[in-house]
């Protein structure tokens, strides 16, 4: 009998290590890992399954919780382009571009778009895409900066290049002079009411240290609104062959504005003093040239304010801000050769008669998921966990007559640069957009686990 070498004895004893106490623990606690990992793996799958099922209408729980959606994700949330030159006509069709509507003819040439404020819905349009000089109307975009940058409490002192920048002395002004103190506040009260081109200066220096520079963010706002066929080239809209924009840009912009609490403030006080200053020894009252606001020469029933404009080569330009119960519209008429109000009565006139706003209800508040046994182990809260919620009622605006049954409804979940992703609703009409609803999502599954 041979015996072993002892370099192959000990080689056997390597490869059968006796199992120690310390080797047992260790390998329990890879197994326990393991369980862990997959349990996981299996709630994400799940998670992630049964958001996607109910959402397309499965039932996980019980037949009554399951939220039938039709569908889902076929179609491409209907936005930018396929808005582009619509507008409901009179017997409730959709059609394109130019054709008037029944009640509503602007002059040939001239530019209008008709928006709902709450969900862009665009009830009219007329060459919409067509550029042309905005004049004085630029100034909502350079209030609109001003608003988003300065306080309106604070106190400057005016330039010399602001106060003496305008070389046109017909210009609009309310004759600021260098050294000559002002508050924010009174600086924007004077671009949207009575239109002053030096106080435009001053906004400009004071946003961003140079009007050249301004005039770059003026640029880079109308790009981040969506706007394509706009160029700014300076804060208050005298003539310039490359300031241009477009009826469905201004539009855009208009509506931005109007979002923002403090330019709201601005765009519809009809009076407004400035008691006098260090250079000014007099009070200058400011009436807001808007003459469709209350007690005005062309008063509307429910202007709330807007922004006028004229050049001898943009002819008359007009923003109107309008309400009637709870429809909220924007009128923008451009190139008119009538001083645009009689036009603007038309287009709410037109609004305001053959469309309303209509509440949407037949979404849940809230989407939810029925959680699976095996998650009670490695989940904080073990029950029906909520997928998204919306905050408020969807509503949209419709030809009246029209039942929100009608509607057709797509779904996207889109990136939200404050939060978690959303989920949006999207109704439209005859292939129309007509509004939205937005649901949030409420925490990620991974802020559960235990």
């Known amino acids: 009998m041979t015996r072993k070498a002892p370099e192959t004895a000990h080689l056997q004893e390597r490869r059968n290590p006796r199992r120690t106490p310390r080797m047992h623990k260790m390998r329990r606690k890879r197994i326990k890992s393991t369980v862990i990992l997959i349990l996981f793996l299996i709630v994400v799958f799940a998670g992630t399954f049964g958001g996607f099922y109910v959402l397309r209408g499965g039932s996980i729980s019980t037949p009554a919780q399951a939220y039938d959606i039709t569908r889902e994700f076929q179609h491409q949330s209907l936005v930018g382009t396929s808005q582009r030159a619509s507008a409901f006509a009179a017997d409730l069709c959709v059609v394109d571009g130019d054709q008037p509507m029944d009640s509503v003819s602007l ?21 919409a895409y067509e550029r042309v000089y905005p004049a004085s109307i630029t100034k909502i975009m350079t209030a609109l900066l001003g608003c988003e940058n300065l306080d309106p409490s604070q106190k400057f002192t005016m330039s010399q290049s602001a106060a003496y920048g305008i070389s046109d002395s017909n210009s609009s002004s309310i004759y600021a002079d260098t050294g000559e103190e002002f508050t924010i506040e009174q600086a924007l009260m004077a671009i949207m009411l009575q239109s002053a081109n030096e106080m435009t200066l001053a906004v400009a220096e004071l946003t961003t240290g140079s009007t050249k520079k301004f005039v770059e963010q003026m640029n880079l706002k109308a790009r981040q609104l969506g706007c394509t066929n ?16 477009t009826a469905s840009d201004m539009a ?25 200053t260090n250079k000014f020894a007099e009070t200058r009252y400011l009436l807001n040239h808007h003459k469709m606001m209350k007690n005005q020469a062309y008063a509307y029933n429910g202007v709330l304010g807007g922004k006028t404009g004229y050049t ?4 008359n330009t007009l923003v109107t801000y309008a309400k009637n119960d709870n429809t909220y519209l924007v009128s923008v008429v451009l190139q008119s050769v009538n001083g645009a109000y009689s036009d603007t009565k038309a287009l709410l006139d037109y609004g305001f008669n053959n469309f309303s706003r209509t509440a949407v209800k037949d979404l849940p508040s809230k989407i939810t998921r029925h959680l699976l046994p095996a998650e009670k182990y490695i989940l904080k809260d073990y ?8 905050r408020r009622t969807a509503s949209v605006s419709l030809p009246s007559g029209v039942d929100s049954n009608a509607l057709e409804k797509t779904y996207s979940i889109t990136k939200n640069p404050a939060g978690l992703p959303l989920l949006t609703v999207t109704y439209t009409y005859n292939d129309h957009v007509v509004g939205s609803a937005r649901y949030y999502q409420t925490r990620l599954l991974s802020d559960q686990l235990l």
């Open 230 to 245: 706009t160029h700014f080239n300076n804060p208050n809209g005298l003539p310039d062959e490359i300031h241009y924009t």
């Open 107 to 127: 002059e040939d040439g001239q530019e209008g778009v008709l928006l709902d404020l709450k969900d862009k819905s665009v009830l009219f349009a007329q060459n």
């Open 383 to 390: 029950k029906d966990d909520m997928l998204f919620e919306t």
């Open 252 to 276: 855009k912009i208009a509506r931005a504005a109007w979002f923002n609490p403090t330019f709201r403030k601005f765009a519809s006080t009809q009076y407004y003093e400035i008691p006098p």
């Open 312 to 315: 001898e080569a943009a002819g």
